[in-house]
């Protein structure tokens, strides 16, 4: 989800609702698992608008973004091109991210933005806990 006010969101869901963030990155994302193997993302708005910079999406952008993390990029470029074919609208396509893993953007019909994601440093254990980390710990490779 991205918010206007990342510092403001932080604190509510820290302090206010009592939550533990997974990851913590100042000014630009913050991660909380809310569930087995569900995390919410509230990402810096200004962060998220220049990631999607050029794109037919500019203009579309809400507050909320659903992503999809698949095992391997060529899932990414497999899943994208099936959301589009049964509809959706490609908004970003695949290529490799900032953060070192692979994804791509797709619209739902109703306009829902959902990016479609290889991060090499995800994985889901057999409690449903979220583990983050960089490759090499246990994390899978691309």
Sequence with gaps: MSTPDLDAA????????????????????????VGPGLVLGLFEQAQFVADM????????????????????????????????EAGGTLVKPPQRADFGGY?????????????ICHNPGWRVDETGGVRLGPVGEGRPQD
């Design 10 to 33: 932080r604190a509510f869901y820290r302090e206010g609702l009592g939550w533990t963030a997974l990851l913590d990155v100042p000014g630009e994302i913050v991660f909380f698992q």
């Design 103 to 115: 994804h791509g953007h797709v619209a739902d019909p109703n306009g829902v933005i959902w990016e």
């Design 53 to 84: 910079r050029g794109t037919p999406a500019e203009g579309r952008l809400g507050g909320l973004t659903l992503s999809h993390n698949v095992p391997a990029p060529a899932d990414v470029d497999a899943a994208v091109r099936r959301a589009v």
